[in-house]
C-alpha cells in the first residue's frame, strides 16, 4: 500500500482497490513512534470517532520494507507535523474564555499533575461536582462498568471520559460576549443583551453550585447499587404542566402558552435541592388523572424526562417502543405519546392522525358518535386498517358505515407473504440493475476520458467492419492468420474504441507465428500475486507518476485512479523483470496501454513488447541495444539524407541527444496522443523498425527547417520541441510514408555492422592515433598534477603568511591600546601639573610677579618638579 504524508492529514491507499484504507488528520493523531524490537515497524495512536458513541482511541501499527524506508517515513511525518503547526498557528488565533469547557478541564489536569492520587480525586470530585446531573450519573456509570483497581485507574479514566465531554461541549460553546453566529444578523440588541445576562447567570449558578459542595468523597465509597436504584427512579415518567390558556385578552391567538408562578393550582413547581453525585433530585412524578379532572380548564403539554419504554403489539405480531417527543407543536411527526386509559375523542383523533398505521374511521369524524370515556385498545392492532393482495383496504370491524371485517385465513397471510416476498425481490433486482448501470456509466465516463484524442486519418466504416469480422472471428487467438492482410487492415486504419482489442488480437498472431525459446520467455507469475510484494523500485515509481503524461485528464490526479492503475502496473512489472528493474521511459509506454485497455491486459501487452519485441535490451544496464539503435539511425542518416548527416556531424549532434527518448518511449514522452497511438499499431506488427521509420520520416520531412538552424543549442531545441509539435496534416503525412517504407535490410546489415567493427576494435587493439593522444592525455595530467602540488606549496605559505600578518596585527592592536593608555596617564599627569602651578601662583604675593621674570618647571633626576626663579 501507498502512505502518502499530506500538509494536513496522512492517508493509506490501496492502488489495488484504488480505494483510501485510512485517512487521519493530524489534530487526531495523538503520538507516532518506531518499533523498538521490531525497526521496520512503525506506529501511531489516533482518535477514531465513533457515530454511536463516544470517540475511542487506536493504535495502527504498519510494516516497511526496511529500517531505512520506515527512519524517512519518521522524518518525514515530523516535517509535516512541524509544518502543519507553523500553518495552523499563523492561519488561526485560539478563542478562549474563563467558561470554555475545555479550558477549565486544562486548568484541572494543571491542578492534579503530580498529586497523589487520593488529593487528585478530590480535586476531581469538586470539578464534577459543578456538571450537571445527567452529566454525573453518566461519568458515574461508565467509570463504574469499567470497575477500577486502584484510585490512579480511577483517576485517569475519570479524566478520559470527561475529556469526551468537554470536548462535546466545546463544539457548541459560546465565548463571553458572543453571540451565535447563525443568529447575528436576526437578533435585535436586546435579545443580544439577554442572551450574554443569561449566559453569564449560568456561570454564576455553576459558581455558587460548587460551593454548595465541599467533597464528593463518598461518590465511588457508596455501592452500585444504590445508584442504579436512584437512576431507576428517574426513569418513571416525569413530566409537569404548564398553562395554556390565559385570561381573555391576554394572549393572542398562537401565542405560546403562559406560565403562572403565582398560582400554585394552575402549574405545579418545585424548588430543586441542592444535590450531589451520588444523590440526584428526583422530580415529582405527574399522573394523567389530575389532568383528565382539569380538561375543561386546561390542556396539558407534556414535557418528557423519562419515559419508561411501554411494549405494544403491532398488527403484525412484532413489539414497538413508544415514547413521548416532546411538548412543541411538531411532536406528532417525532412519536406517540403514552397511552393512557381512558382518553378523550380529541386524543383519539390525535392517535390516528399520528400513527402512520391508522387510518381515521368514519366514527371517528363525528364527535357525536364518540365517547370521552371509551377505552381505547392496548394494541394499535385493534385500530389497524389492513390491504388484500389486491391492495384494497379491508372494512375494520366495529365499523358502523363498513361493517364487521372477515377473520384472516391462512391463505391470506400466505398472499400477504408471497407478495412481500415478491416486492422484495423486485427491490433487490431493481438495486442491482442500478448499481450496473452505475458501474457501467462510470466505465463509460472513463472510458471516454481515456481515448479523448482525435484519430490520424479517420478509420472508414470498411475498416471498421473488416476489424469488426477479425475481432469476432472464430479461433483468431489459435489459429494464424495471413499477416500480409493483417497489415493492410492496420493501414486502412483503427477504430480508437476498438483499438486495445486490436493490439491483443496482434499480440496473439504474432505469439503464434514467432514463439520464443523457453529461456528467453517471461516468467509465468500471475499478475495479482505480483501485486502483493513489495519492490525496492517503489521510490521511484512513484516520483515518475506525476511526470508521465501530466497534461492528460486520466493521469493528471495524484495518486488517482489512472496514476494507482499506472503504479501497479509499474511495480509488477519490476517484480517480474528483475535485471531490467524500473527504468524511465517504461511508464510511458505503459501508460499508452492503459489508456486502451485494462491493468491485466496492459501487464500482458507490456510483457509482450519487453519480451517478445525485444524493446526490453534497450533498458538493460549494459544499454548495448539502444547504442546500436543510435548507430543504425545514424547510418540511415549518412545513406539517405547526407546534407542532414553532415549537419549534425558539423554542429556535433549525436542520435543520442534528440533520440534516445523515442526509442526508449515510443514516442510518447514528447508527441500527441494520438500520434503514438497510431505508431504502437505499426510497433505490434513490425517491432522496433516501425521507430526507425518513423523517425527517418520526421527527421527527413523538416529537413530544411533543421539546416537552417546554424547553432546547437537552436538545432537541439527544434529537435525536443519545434518537431513534436505536429499539426493533423503532418501526422497524417508522416504516417502515410511509414507505410511506403521498407528498410529491414537495412536495419539488418548495419546491426552486423556494428557488430563487426566492434570485434574488429577489440582484436587490433587501440589505434595508432588513439595511443598518441593517450599519451599526450597522460602528460598532461601529470603536469597538471605537478602544478596542482606547485597550487597547494603556495596555498600553505600563503595560509602562513597571512596568519603572520595575523598575529603582527593583533601585537599592533595591543601596543596601539597600551600607548592609548599612556597617552590618556600622561594627559591626566598635565592636567594636575597645571592646576599645582595655579595653586602656586595663586599663593605669591603680588608684587613677586614683578621679580620674578620667568618661571620654569623642570624635572629633577628624581622625578619630582622643582621651581626656578631668575631676577632681572
Known amino acids: 500500500m501507498l502512505f502518502p504524508v499530506g500538509r494536513f492529514e496522512v492517508n493509506l491507499i490501496s492502488p489495488d482497490s484504488k480505494t483510501v484504507v485510512l485517512e487521519k488528520i493530524f489534530k487526531d493523531i495523538s503520538s507516532c513512534c518506531q518499533g523498538v524490537k521490531q525497526s521496520d515497524h512503525f506506529g501511531f495512536i489516533c482518535r477514531d470517532p465513533s457515530e454511536s458513541g463516544p470517540s475511542q482511541y487506536v493504535c495502527y501499527v504498519f510494516q516497511c520494507a526496511s529500517e531505512s524506508l520506515v527512519d524517512e517515513v519518521m522524518l518525514t511525518l515530523k516535517q509535516a507535523f512541524t509544518t502543519a503547526a507553523a500553518l495552523q498557528s499563523n492561519k488561526t488565533e485560539i478563542q478562549l474564555c474563563e467558561a470554555c469547557p475545555m479550558h477549565g478541564l486544562h486548568k484541572l489536569c494543571e491542578r492534579i499533575e503530580g498529586l497523589y492520587p487520593p488529593r487528585a480525586k478530590l480535586a476531581i470530585q469538586k470539578y464534577l461536582s459543578q456538571l450537571t446531573d445527567n452529566e454525573q450519573a453518566e461519568i458515574f456509570e461508565r467509570v463504574q462498568k469499567l470497575k477500577p483497581g486502584s484510585d490512579q485507574e480511577e483517576n485517569e479514566l475519570v479524566i478520559l471520559h470527561l475529556r469526551q465531554l468537554c470536548g462535546t461541549k466545546q463544539k457548541s460553546h459560546l465565548h463571553i460576549g458572543e453571540a451565535p453566529q447563525n443568529a447575528a444578523n436576526s437578533l435585535s440588541v436586546g435579545d443580544i443583551t439577554a442572551t450574554s445576562s443569561r449566559f453569564k447567570l449560568d456561570i454564576f449558578k455553576n459558581k455558587a453550585r460548587s460551593s454548595l459542595t465541599s467533597s464528593l468523597e463518598n461518590i465511588f465509597s457508596r455501592g452500585a447499587s444504590r445508584m442504579r436504584g436512584r437512576l431507576g427512579s428517574m426513569g418513571s415518567i416525569s413530566s409537569f404542566e404548564r398553562q395554556d390558556e390565559e385570561s381573555p385578552g391576554h394572549s393572542p391567538p398562537g401565542s405560546p402558552p403562559a406560565i403562572h408562578d403565582d398560582d400554585p ?121 389492513s390491504l388484500d ?25 400466505r398472499a400477504l407473504w408471497k407478495t412481500a416476498i415478491h416486492q422484495q425481490i423486485l427491490l433487490l433486482r431493481m438495486e442491482k440493475e442500478n448499481q450496473r448501470l452505475e458501474a457501467s456509466r462510470d466505465e463509460l465516463h472513463i472510458r471516454k476520458i481515456k481515448l479523448n484524442y482525435q484519430e490520424v486519418g479517420p478509420c472508414s466504416k470498411e475498416a471498421q467492419a473488416l476489424w469488426e469480422r477479425k475481432l469476432t472471428a472464430p479461433g483468431r487467438t489459435t489459429v494464424p492468420q495471413d499477416e500480409e492482410e493483417m497489415y493492410r487492415a492496420l493501414c486502412q486504419g483503427v477504430p480508437k474504441s476498438r483499438r486495445g482489442e486490436v493490439w491483443l488480437l496482434l499480440s496473439h498472431q504474432h505469439r503464434l507465428r514467432h514463439k520464443l525459446p523457453q529461456r528467453q520467455q517471461a516468467p509465468d507469475t500471475p499478475y495479482h500475486d505480483l501485486l502483493k510484494q513489495l519492490t525496492a523500485q517503489q521510490h521511484s515509481i512513484l516520483v515518475d507518476l506525476g511526470r508521465t503524461f501530466p497534461t492528460h485528464q486520466y493521469f493528471s490526479a495524484q495518486l488517482g485512479a489512472g496514476q494507482l492503475s499506472l503504479y501497479n502496473l509499474l511495480k509488477a512489472y519490476s517484480l517480474l523483470d528483475t535485471e531490467v528493474g524500473y527504468c524511465q521511459g517504461i511508464s510511458f509506454v505503459a501508460g499508452v496501454l492503459l489508456l486502451h485497455m485494462s491493468e491485466e491486459q496492459a501487464f500482458d ?46 554542429h556535433e549532434i549525436c542520435p543520442s541527444l534528440y533520440a534516445a527518448p523515442w526509442f526508449l518511449t515510443l514516442f510518447a514522452s514528447q508527441f500527441p496522443l494520438n500520434f503514438v497511438s497510431r505508431v504502437f499499431d505499426f510497433v505490434f506488427v513490425q517491432g522496433t523498425g516501425a521507430i526507425f521509420k518513423v523517425a527517418l520520416c520526421l527527421l527527413s520531412s523538416h529537413e530544411g527547417e533543421i539546416v537552417e538552424c546554424d547553432t546547437f543549442e537552436s538545432i537541439v531545441d527544434f529537435l525536443k520541441t519545434t518537431l513534436p509539435a505536429l499539426t493533423q496534416t503532418q501526422m497524417e503525412q508522416t504516417i502515410a510514408k511509414v507505410m511506403e517504407m521498407d528498410i529491414s535490410k537495412q536495419l539488418h546489415a548495419y546491426e552486423v555492422e556494428y557488430h563487426v567493427l566492434q570485434d574488429e576494435m577489440l582484436d587490433s587493439g587501440p589505434l595508432p592515433d588513439d595511443s598518441d593522444r593517450l599519451d599526450k592525455l597522460e602528460k598532461t595530467n601529470v603536469q597538471l598534477k605537478k602544478q596542482n602540488m606547485d597550487l597547494l606549496e603556495k596555498l600553505q605559505a600563503a595560509r602562513q603568511k597571512i596568519q603572520t600578518l595575523e598575529t603582527n596585527v593583533e601585537n599592533f592592536l595591543s601596543r596601539e591600546s597600551k600607548m592609548k593608555h599612556m597617552i590618556r596617564s600622561l594627559e591626566q599627569e598635565r592636567a594636575a601639573h597645571q592646576k599645582t602651578i595655579e595653586r602656586m601662583r595663586s599663593c ?10 620667568m618661571t620654569q618647571i623642570k624635572t629633577g633626576p628624581n622625578g619630582k618638579a622643582k621651581t626656578v626663579a631668575k631676577k632681572p
Open 844 to 853: 605669591l604675593p603680588p608684587d613677586a610677579l614683578t621679580d620674578v621674570e
Open 605 to 650: 501487452m507490456l510483457k509482450f513488447l519487453m519480451y517478445d519485441l525485444g524493446i526490453r535490451q534497450q533498458f538493460r544496464p549494459d544499454m548495448v541495444s539502444l547504442q546500436v539503435q543510435m548507430y543504425q539511425l545514424s547510418r540511415l542518416l549518412h545513406d539517405y539524407h547526407r546534407e542532414l548527416y553532415n549537419h549534425f556531424e558539423e
Open 265 to 385: 393550582e394552575n402549574g405545579l413547581h418545585f424548588r430543586r435541592r441542592a444535590h450531589t453525585f451520588s444523590h440526584p433530585p428526583v422530580k415529582k412524578r405527574i399522573s394523567f388523572d389530575g389532568q383528565l379532572a382539569n380538561q375543561s380548564k386546561q390542556a396539558p403539554l407534556r414535557r418528557q424526562q423519562s419515559v419508561n419504554p411501554e411494549l405494544l403489539q403491532g398488527s403484525n405480531g412484532e413489539h414497538r417502543k413508544r415514547t413521548l417527543s416532546g411538548c412543541s407543536s411538531d411532536s406528532v411527526s417525532g412519536g406517540l405519546p403514552p397511552i393512557p386509559r381512558r382518553v378523550s375523542w380529541r386524543q383519539k383523533i390525535f392517535l390516528r392522525v399520528a400513527s402512520p398505521m391508522n387510518k381515521p374511521s368514519a366514527s371517528m369524524q363525528h364527535p357525536d358518535h364518540s365517547d370521552g370515556r371509551e377505552l381505547l385498545p392496548l394494541s394499535p392492532r385493534g385500530l389497524d386498517l
Open 389 to 413: 393482495p389486491s391492495g384494497r383496504l379491508l372494512p375494520q370491524a366495529g365499523d358502523p358505515l363498513s361493517g364487521e371485517r372477515p377473520k384472516r385465513t391462512g391463505a391470506d397471510y
